[in-house]
């Protein structure tokens, strides 16, 4: 994939159709179209969208000059704000500017090293629970399963609630609003039309809503050092509150970015670890030597060197985050080529991740790879399953922290196994949620 294309006005890309130019096929195409755009045509691809250019960026290079050196020149962007916004309003993942640097500053605590130690007990006491209730020789819903525990485990780390009652009303909004979110109709008509798609995501907001009042007057009764009461507690520049809105919109960004990223990463790499025996056993190997059958606990983590890479290497093959997407608030040179003002910029971990340019045989599953010196020899950005510069995902450190702590504690006592021969169907929303349920075979270790 070499951009030795010489200087034109647009980069090279697919024609499209008339009026509605490749929005069709980039939605319809998935994962697949993005793929394909950057074999077909180098590191800077151009098409047309209905009132506007996209330009896809495949090289680690011109992704860096967008997420980190040049970022002030790049926001969310209108596409972002259409997608997301009727479910996590104006939160810390759609705001912009000041107010963006305001809702950082009030969340950031939360996220402190310090809170993150206090979390990880949370973490491995919810999974003990989740773990009780498997029994050997029995069929689970992997998927289902990881979303229900960190959706859990977030509620209490984060608000400080135990969400017994809200989880199916929770889950059932997240996963009416994210497919909706790649509907094409939703993604071209005008936010003015009426449409089913976007009825049911207006129904999903009022879902998390009624949830996350409830959520707020259990605060005001009793504040903690949780997100919520921290909230409650904050005034802006003038000394006021913040509204009930916007604290809402900032819990509710937190649910749904706090639990499922992490559950899509889980899913992905029990399902890599399923098909991939030798692997299993290594890190079962690395569990037995290091806990001995203890609980792990964040000062293991540090030995547990083996599992951190099987994590790595399962968010390379599978990013919980498929693609980012900004828009240029001025114009911009990268490359030979000038990005014009109001331009959305595609930036696909799922492309960059796949790419042999810096992966040797890139869609095998080989955590082995990760050593410190193949790391030291990536682009910066080759690999960046939680963005990069200022807009970096805020709970890293909890996702990876969380990640790590449930795949010890399940494949210390279990080995699973794929109920199906069928490979998984990603599905691009939001997040790269799988197509159809996972079903794993659940098989208690001697």
């Known amino acids: 994939m070499s951009n030795d294309t010489a200087t034109v006005e647009f980069p090279p890309g697919p024609t499209g159709l008339p009026v509605v130019g490749s929005m069709p096929a980039s939605v319809l195409g998935g994962l697949e179209f993005r793929e394909r755009m950057a074999d077909e045509y180098g590191d800077i691809v151009h098409w047309e969208r209905p009132g506007g250019h996209v330009y896809q960026l495949n090289h680690p ?5 967008v997420l980190v050196q040049n970022n002030g020149n790049y926001r969310k962007g209108e596409q972002f704000q259409q997608v997301l916004g009727p479910f996590t309003g104006n939160g810390i993942l759609n705001s912009e500017g000041e107010e963006w640097r305001r809702n950082r500053h009030l969340v950031q605590p ?7 130690e206090v979390y990880a007990g949370m973490m491995t006491d919810l999974t003990d629970d989740l773990l009780d209730g498997w029994a050997d020789g029995e069929t ?3 998927h289902e399963e990881m979303m229900e525990l960190t959706l859990r485990i977030v509620s209490q780390a984060l608000f400080g609630v135990d969400i017994d009652r809200y989880v199916d009303e929770i889950e059932s909004a997240i996963n009416t609003f994210l497919p909706a979110t790649s509907s094409l109709s939703n993604l071209m008509l005008p936010e003015s039309v009426p449409l089913p798609s976007r009825w049911r995501m207006a129904r999903a907001r009022e879902t998390l809503d009624g949830v996350v009042d409830d959520i707020i007057r259990q605060k005001r009764a009793d504040p903690g050092e949780d997100v919520v009461s921290m909230l409650l507690k904050a005034r802006d520049d003038d000394g006021n509150p913040l509204s009930d809105e916007q604290i809402r919109d900032e819990a509710i960004t937190l ?4 639990h499922e990223t992490t559950a899509v990463s889980l899913t992905y790499t029990t399902y890599l670890l399923a098909q991939h025996p030798a692997i299993e056993r290594k890190l079962v190997d690395e569990l037995d030597a290091v806990l001995d059958g203890e609980r792990p606990t964040m000062g293991d983590l540090s030995d547990l060197t083996y599992t951190e890479k099987v994590v790595q290497e399962s968010m390379r093959l599978f990013p919980p985050v498929p693609g980012i997407v900004r828009e240029a608030t001025e114009a911009d040179e990268i ?6 003002a109001g331009a959305n910029i595609f930036l696909n971990q799922w492309v960059v991740h796949r790419d042999s340019r810096w992966y040797d045989d890139p869609l095998a599953f080989e955590p082995e790879r990760w050593t410190d ?3 030291r020899s990536l682009p910066h950005l080759a690999y960046f399953p939680f963005s990069a510069g200022p807009r970096r995902c805020i709970g890293d450190r909890f996702a990876m922290l969380e990640a790590r702590l449930i795949l010890a504690m399940i494949y210390q006592d279990y080995h699973l196994e794929l109920a199906s021969d069928r490979n998984i169907e990603v599905i691009p929303t939001v997040t790269s949620r799988p197509k159809e349920e996972i079903l794993m075979g659940i098989h208690r270790r001697n």
Do not use: L, N
Request: no cysteine; glycine share 8%; charged share 30%.
């Open 61 to 65: 290079d011109d992704i860096e000059h």
């Open 335 to 340: 490359g030979d080529y000038t990005i014009p």
């Open 255 to 258: 649910i749904a970015a706090g």
């Open 373 to 375: 010196e193949f790391q």
């Open 140 to 142: 689970r819903p992997i």
């Open 110 to 116: 939360a996220f402190h090293p310090d809170r993150i």
